[in-house]
């Protein structure tokens, strides 16, 4: 039998360096750290709810050639938050996986900017409506190859 009444709970990834990546949600989504190990793991939410866990037990870049985790997608409300946290990424100079704020191929009017956390995992902040224009991959959605 499925599980009736589900929803996504919280997302755990694994990082090089803890204090760095505390940092950069931190300043990207307005997390707060509500628990912490220095070192080793950092729970990090908002309004009292768990969103992201944070691991420092990797080396390297992602990997995104094997299987696992695609990208990360956050959405906010407004297509003009969505130009604000581009200002932000390219202040941090974060690495983009398009340029500017892009629509999904979805048929909607929905659509984000796509960009990488400093261990190369893949993240999205978008809005569900104000995106105009044509996805950059045509045929495809934009969240899907890049």
């Not at 990546?21 to 750290?33: A, T």
């Not at 299987?67 to 906010?76: C, K, R, T, Y």
């Not at 048929?107 to 261990?119: E, L, R």
Request: glycine content about 14%.
């Amino acid at each position: 039998m499925a599980v009736d009444k589900v929803s996504t709970g919280h997302i755990g990834l694994n990082v090089t360096d803890l204090e760095r990546s505390v940092e950069f949600y931190r300043r990207v989504f307005g997390f707060e750290v509500t628990a912490t190990e220095p070192g080793r793991y950092a729970f990090l939410g908002r309004d009292g709810r768990l969103l992201v866990t944070l691991w420092q037990q990797s080396g390297g870049e992602f990997p995104t050639g094997l299987p696992g985790l695609h990208h990360l997608s956050f959405q906010v409300d407004t297509i003009e938050e969505v130009r604000a946290a581009e200002v932000l990424l390219k202040e941090l100079d974060v690495r983009f996986a398009h340029d500017g704020v892009v629509p999904h191929r979805e048929g909607a009017d929905s659509g984000g900017v796509f960009f990488h956390d400093p261990d190369g995992i893949r993240l999205e902040i978008y809005a569900p409506t104000g995106a105009t224009g044509d996805a950059p991959t045509p045929g495809a959605p934009t969240c899907g190859f890049f």
